[in-house]
């Protein structure tokens, strides 16, 4: 067959000039203006340039473009395995490792010790599988505390499966086959009855008193499995005890997957919440392996001592849970929520109203704390969102706030008097109508703080007098203005440090709303 070839007429003939110029495309490169030969002829000097002039010329030309030392480029790669830059050699463009600090050029492959590049590779396996791309800087110091608490409960709950098997051994080893749907029933049905009635009570508590909530079903797990060690010395109430242990666990259980989304949101910076919770069960079963493998270790050393094995859970237990409880409170104090609450807004505004400064997630997550046991009336006008009690006085100041209401106000602040025993408390509270917004709790809570902040200045503003009712409308309508002042401002502030703005998580009573009706 023949084959067509298309030589293109474009082509320009051949001439010596044209072989010269690809001989020497290194000056063609160049322009005319900028060639220091031609500059050099541009601007002859007094004597006449030799042939070894301008020899000197173009080895000089040459070494600019072909350097001798490499050039490092201004781009950077971060990958899984490292951190490495582009480089420069004069002749190829290559990616080398960085470790930190320098560049490593040995013919760009000798990149250190083999063990100092083996011990880099193993710890950025470990941090990528344990630990996601982009978390906040807390992350860390809450993985630390809850490794501790992981590998102590789990090592717990290994010793407590132990007495529990023995207390079968012991006390069911004739009846067993006959107990077993009296042990389904007692021991997982009731838990999980309990986790379900334990769940529906406490639903809104999960996400106002997230950390309150979850320390105190963790002492309640504690106490759970301080039950199942004592199943062996009282082997004929094995299923009652058993029982009573699973409710607790199930109710433990049940706060722990509640507000485990919350928790993992406050580290996701990214949005990255799927890879968050995926990481948090990798460590999680990482560290209860760890936990097991610490129990067995025990069991292991103490395998030819019966008594000493058998007392093993009662002289652990105690330390075992003072650490896994200190764990749980410290990996909480660096959970930093950055979703409001009643609580966390009256701090802010607060704050706010004394120095003009709005904290961070991170100081007010310090400033609240864990607050297991919450001390009521520990501030003097506390704050309360809801609606008006019969049980407790109704002062006149109730009545004027809701006589002046008109049909634009969403809510309005008033004063109540509760007795609890034989004290008498005052305080602010703020009702709210139905269908108002968060800038509408925004502001109420505002206008109730500057009210108290402007109570407790001067004291005796609200004593009982012919002038109390004047007093209360200056001072409300006063303190309004000022929060319709600081309203725009101080929301910006609140977005600007990463407060979550579009909601405020209310309790249940707090939920308490109002109708207006226009007569």
């Not at 463009?93 to 760009?108: A, I, R």
């Not at 008594?307 to 652990?316: D, T």
């Not at 929060?483 to 707090?510: F, P, Q, Y």
Request: proline share 4%; net charge positive; glycine share 6%.
């Amino acid at each position: 067959m023949q084959s067509t070839i298309h030589i293109p007429t474009t082509n320009p003939p051949f001439n010596s000039y044209t072989q010269w110029q690809k001989h020497n495309k290194f000056f063609s490169l160049i322009p005319i203006n900028q060639n220091p030969c031609f500059q050099t002829l541009s601007n002859p000097p007094k004597s006449l340039k030799t042939s070894f002039q301008f020899d000197f010329e173009d080895e000089k030309i040459r070494k600019e473009f072909n350097p001798t030392s490499p050039t490092l480029l201004p781009v950077v790669i971060r990958q899984s395995d490292g951190v490495s830059r582009y480089v420069w050699d004069g002749s190829d463009l290559k990616l080398v490792s960085v470790d930190g600090k320098t560049v490593c050029f040995g013919g760009f492959e000798d990149l250190g010790d083999g063990f100092r590049r083996l011990f880099r590779r193993c710890s950025l396996g470990v941090r990528n599988f344990l630990f996601p791309r982009e978390i906040s800087e807390n992350y860390f110091e809450y993985v630390k505390w809850k490794f501790l608490h992981r590998v102590f409960s789990s090592a717990l709950q290994v010793l407590a499966t132990q007495a529990m098997f023995r207390a079968i051994g012991i006390g069911y080893a004739r009846s067993l086959p006959s107990a077993a749907a009296l042990n389904w029933v007692l021991k997982d049905g009731l838990g999980r009855l309990s986790r379900c009635i334990y769940t529906a009570s406490l639903a809104s508590a999960f996400d106002t008193n997230l950390k309150r909530v979850r320390f105190s079903t963790s002492v309640v797990f504690s106490l759970s499995i301080g039950v199942e060690l004592m199943t062996p010395a009282f082997p004929q109430y094995f299923l009652l005890l058993a029982s009573i242990a699973n409710i607790a666990k199930q109710i433990s259980l049940a706060c722990y997957l509640a507000t485990g989304t919350a928790v993992h949101r406050s580290f996701a910076v990214a949005d990255n919440l799927g890879e968050v919770s995926a990481k948090a069960q990798i460590q999680t079963v990482c560290f209860d392996n760890l936990g097991l493998m610490l129990a067995a270790a025990l069991n292991v050393m103490l395998k030819n001592n019966q008594r000493l094995q058998a007392c093993l859970p009662f002289v652990v237990y105690p330390i075992f849970t003072a650490i896994d409880l200190y764990g749980i409170y410290q990996s909480l104090k660096h959970v930093h929520l950055q979703t409001l609450t009643k609580d966390r807004l009256e701090m802010i505004i607060d704050t706010w109203i004394q120095f003009r400064y709005v904290p961070s997630p991170a100081e007010v997550s310090k400033q609240e704390g864990i607050n297991f046991i919450p001390s009521k009336g520990r501030l003097k006008w506390p704050i309360r969102i809801g609606g008006l009690n019969p049980k407790c006085q109704i002062p006149n100041t109730s009545m004027m706030a809701m006589q002046s209401l008109c049909r634009d106000d969403f809510y309005f602040v008033c004063t109540e008097v509760c007795f609890h025993g034989i004290e008498r408390t005052e305080g602010i509270l703020l009702c709210l109508r139905e269908g108002a917004s968060t800038t509408d709790i925004i502001m109420g809570v505002l206008q109730a703080c500057y009210i108290r902040e402007r109570l407790l200045c001067k004291t005796g503003i609200l004593e009982d007098g012919d002038g109390l009712n004047q007093e209360w409308l200056k001072l409300a309508k006063a303190c309004k203005r000022s929060a319709r002042e600081d309203m725009e401002l101080l929301n910006e502030k609140m977005v600007e440090l990463g407060w979550a703005c579009k909601n405020i998580l209310l309790s249940t009573d707090e939920q308490t709303r109002f109708s207006f009706i226009d007569d």
